[in-house]
């Protein structure tokens, strides 16, 4: 079975983090990436981050390194 879910990058960010473990003061240390995808597996009520920040496209010379 598998499952698709699509949000905002603060919600992605604050699911990752609860599944990390992550104080709330480490929250904003993590960088989402627009149109990111994350994968993840759920094996015996146990969440485990198999792909982190995946990104499927490139950006143009003149955006790399700044915030889209």
Known sequence: RQMCIRD?????????AY?????????WN??????SVNILEVK???IRILE????YYTLPEEKK????
């Open 8 to 16: 905002s990058g603060g919600i992605i960010r604050a699911f990752l």
């Open 19 to 27: 599944i990390k473990g992550l104080e709330i003061k480490d929250f």
């Open 30 to 35: 993590s960088h989402q990436p627009n149109c």
């Open 44 to 46: 015996n009520q146990k």
């Open 52 to 55: 982190e920040h995946k990104i």
């Open 65 to 68: 390194g700044s915030i889209l």
